[in-house]
């Protein structure tokens, strides 16, 4: 299969492009080429453009057409967390986390629906965060991109019904940030369960996963 991964430099975009590569032809992109230091993942598609702005994201479209007119399956992983309350957030802070986690998904998924289409098992995966479900201090704006953009995906999933499955995945934490906590999902984890969706018949619309001694509340032991 044809399947393009954003943010697949490292963390879960990574562990994705890894579980993935033996078997698929990959189109991985981050923001620059050089972000792309794991061996095994160099002989796909590279591509390196910053997807908060809507520019870089056409050009990035422009590069991709010239490699590939189709695609089997979109996996919009990308996204950034800024952790502070939201009095204590810039004004760019809070762009750049709607512009990535958001809009980035939207412009991206809306510029690949043609090339999609001409697969006969398009698949869209949104990587979304518990957060869209949860209610944790310093995670305003961030839980509102990953609420937004499990919202679209359910009507997406709606429009493009017999054309795409639309699935997302609403994780807690994983331990792409070096934690020494053994309470945290690893990379690998999610890029099981995204395996494991675009390979069957039905379609997992939502799936909510975390460690099993996740941390759950309101206020955080990370809270600022
Ligand atoms: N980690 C968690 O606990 C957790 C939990 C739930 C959901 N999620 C979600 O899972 C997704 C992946 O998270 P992660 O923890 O694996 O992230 P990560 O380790 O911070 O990796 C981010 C990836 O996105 C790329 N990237 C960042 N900004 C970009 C931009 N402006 N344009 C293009 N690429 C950009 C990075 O590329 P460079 O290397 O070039 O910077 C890197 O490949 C995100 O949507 C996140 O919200 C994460």
């Known amino acids: ?73 979109l996996i919009n992983n990308v996204g950034m967390i800024v952790l502070k309350k939201f009095k204590d957030m810039s004004l760019d802070e809070i762009n750049d986390q709607v512009d990535l986690n958001l809009k980035s998904h939207m412009i991206l998924t809306k510029m690949l629906l043609p090339l999609l289409e001409k697969s006969n098992k398009a698949h869209i995966v949104f990587m979304s965060s518990m957060a869209a479900k949860s209610g944790i201090i310093g995670e305003s704006v961030y839980a509102a991109t990953k609420a937004g953009i499990s919202k679209f995906a359910d009507i997406l999933r709606k429009e493009m019904r017999g054309k795409a499955k639309v699935s997302i995945i609403h994780s807690w934490g994983v331990n792409t940030f070096g934690s020494t906590s053994a309470d945290l999902l690893k990379p690998e984890d999610i890029a099981d369960i995204v395996k494991y969706i675009i390979s069957k018949d039905f379609v997992v619309e939502s799936i909510d996963v975390g460690h099993i001694n996740q941390w759950r509340g309101g206020n955080a032991p990370w809270s600022p």
């Not at 923001?31 to 598609?45: G, P, R, V, W």
């Open 1 to 73: 299969m044809k399947i393009l991964i954003t943010g697949a430099s490292r963390g879960i975009g990574l562990a994705e492009a890894k579980a993935l590569g033996e078997e698929n032809e990959l189109f991985l992109v981050a923001t620059s080429i050089a972000s792309f230091k794991d061996e095994s993942i160099k002989k796909h598609h590279l591509f390196g453009y910053d997807l908060r702005k809507i520019s870089e994201i056409k050009k990035f479209v422009d590069e991709l057409k010239t490699k590939t007119d189709s695609l089997d399956v």
